[in-house]
């Protein structure tokens, strides 16, 4: 849902890449245009000479957000667990492959593959149930990235708390107080019947309430001024690191 909204709100071309595997995920939810995968893109990097060529490998759908679509067999799981097929060099290729023909990629990995996409990331956005599991869900997520060398990426992260409702209230409240103050955004998104297992078939952004298209923009709002303090800050980091920078800005 944060990918149609990027795409129906800005000209930028924009992906989302369905790394995950099981049933419910974003393939799902999607009339596909062609029978290629995540699989058969990687398969076939060194044959993506350029944007048309990579438009073969996604299904464009209603919002403009383009799909690459997940590995649904009984194999897929072992295939993206397999570094012999999705080695370290497959993987920055194909980040980099999508940095030359997108503005803004969001990517859903499997479990498998999601310690190796940290370092590609620019920003995180962790998303949990409006449930009772959802307190220690974000407490032994929060563990894990800190224990992994991902602490600043989690102090940047945006949570989400999917499917929020008055009788979830409670569970939210203690989910986003476990939260608050370890990541930099908490954003509620409410209760979708099109997004619940056996909802719509295909989901289409604008069927959705008023409630929940604001809080997909609002969601797009929080990540894209990520970017832009990412960016602030990433300059302000070289004019320090630069001693003429300095002695420009000091004399000024």
Not at 7 to 30: C, H
């Amino acid at each position: 849902m944060l990918g149609h909204t990027f795409a129906q709100v800005r000209d930028d071309r924009v992906v989302a890449v369905d790394a995950n595997t099981g049933g419910g995920t974003l393939t799902s939810k999607i009339q596909p245009e062609t029978p290629e995968t995540l699989t058969s893109l990687l398969s076939g990097l060194d044959r993506v000479s350029g944007y048309l060529t990579m438009r073969g490998y996604t299904t464009r759908t209603a919002s403009g957000l383009e799909v690459i679509s997940a590995d649904t067999d009984a194999g897929a799981e072992q295939r993206l667990a397999d570094r012999s097929f999705f080695s370290d060099h497959r993987l920055g290729e194909s980040m980099r492959l999508l940095d030359r023909h997108y503005k803004l990629a969001v990517i859903d990995p499997a479990a498998a593959l999601a310690a190796r996409l940290l370092p590609y990331a620019d920003q995180l956005v962790l998303v949990v149930p409006a449930s009772e599991e959802a307190p220690e869900a974000v407490a032994m997520t929060y563990e894990w990235l800190d224990g992994h060398g991902c602490a600043e990426l989690r102090r940047r992260a945006v949570m989400v708390v999917n499917g929020v409702s008055r009788r979830s209230m409670t569970d939210v409240e203690q989910a986003e107080s476990v939260a608050r103050g370890r990541c930099r955004a908490i954003v509620r998104v409410p209760w979708e019947d099109d997004l619940a297992p056996g909802g719509a078939e295909v989901v289409d952004p604008g069927q959705l309430r008023a409630a929940g298209r604001r809080a997909y923009l609002a969601l797009a709002g929080v990540v894209v001024a990520g970017f832009a303090a990412q960016t602030v800050r990433t300059s302000e980091e070289e004019l320090a690191s630069d001693p003429r920078a300095r002695e420009s800005v000091s004399v000024k």
